[in-house]
């Protein structure tokens, strides 16, 4: 079982309306990345979170950090056709070695 | 400004066959890590790198090698192709984690490779 989940699977929402997406771990997060992919193509970096409470906006995307809930939200304002695509959670897992682990991600489609 | 290399972009191969997919960056990251994604399983780690002779094991390294000679490659050696590992490959490069610490880096990725084993 993976040790990142993100929900909902996937999300259909009206242009214009507000979304969030969420992540879930079963240890402790340590650094918390959020990425955007579009479909059949490369990830994009938004944001990385290192703190608890720790809170980041980029245009009408903010991500939030809950340390005791092990959990980051991804909250997106007002969303626009070209917010669609697949956003993935990635955590620094604390192993033998550090490693970044990512969550199954969410597919998001926004219909104008 | 090339960031993170991966060749090639398509691959079709036979089931037995093997290959290497190649990954190279040019930033001098310490970190280095290959990941596969299939549909509704986000991308799993396969092996990883913290730098050049140190390699570990990631989430599903069956079927897979790799070795980290230098910083700047991190190639990924399928040792007899299966169906099973059709996928899209990603390499990624940061610069290295710290335990303990806030110092963690986002991680660059390359376009991906696209392989099919027929």
Known sequence: SQELEQSPQSLIVQEGKNLTINCTSSKTLYGLYWYKQKY???LIFLMMLQKGGEEKSHEKITAKLD???QQSS??????QPSHAGIYLCGADVKTS???????PGTSLSVIP | NAG????PKFQVLKTGQS?????????NHEYMSWYRQDPGMGLRLIHYSVGAGITDQGEVPNGYNVSRST??????RLLSAAPSQTSVYFCASSRKLIRGEYSNQPQHFGDGTRLSIL
């Not at chain 1, 991804?74 to 969303?79: E, M, P, W, Y």
């Not at chain 2, 290959?19 to 930033?27: F, G, H, S």
């Open chain 1, 40 to 42: 059949g193509e490369g």
């Open chain 1, 67 to 69: 340390e005791k809930k």
């Open chain 1, 74 to 79: 991804l909250h997106i304002t007002a969303s």
């Open chain 1, 97 to 103: 070695y550090d490693k970044v682990i990512f969550g």
């Open chain 2, 4 to 7: 993170v290399t991966q060749t």
């Open chain 2, 19 to 27: 290959m290497t997919l190649q990954c190279a960056q040019d930033m």
């Open chain 2, 71 to 76: 910083t700047e490659d991190f190639p990924l």
